[in-house]
């Protein structure tokens, strides 16, 4: 799901080249860059969303995203 309702809103947009700035920035600064994924569940009401006590039945998914760079692969390479 893609939100392209940003306008005016606090949030950026998710696209990729915004991902492939992240992770050239995250790269940069020796940071690892972390997608989370909120999963709800299909039933869940909007009413439901409203309180705390949805967070029980949702579930989080992690994915660390790295960005190959030729030359620093190269170099761990080189010291095997």
């Given at each position: 799901?893609?939100?392209?309702?940003?306008?005016?809103?606090?949030?950026?947009?998710?696209?990729?080249?915004?991902?492939?700035?992240?992770?050239?920035?995250?790269?940069?600064?020796?940071?690892?860059?972390?997608?989370?994924?909120?999963?709800?569940?299909s039933t869940m009401t909007d009413k439901e969303m409203e309180s705390p006590e949805c967070m029980k039945r949702i579930k989080v998914q992690e994915v660390i995203l790295s960005r190959w760079v030729s030359s620093r692969e190269r170099s761990d390479q080189d010291d095997l």
């Open positions: 799901l893609v939100d392209d309702h940003f306008e005016g809103s606090l949030r950026r947009p998710l696209s990729w080249k915004s991902l492939a700035a992240l992770s050239r920035v995250s790269v940069n600064v020796s940071k690892e860059l972390m997608l989370c994924y909120l999963i709800k569940p």
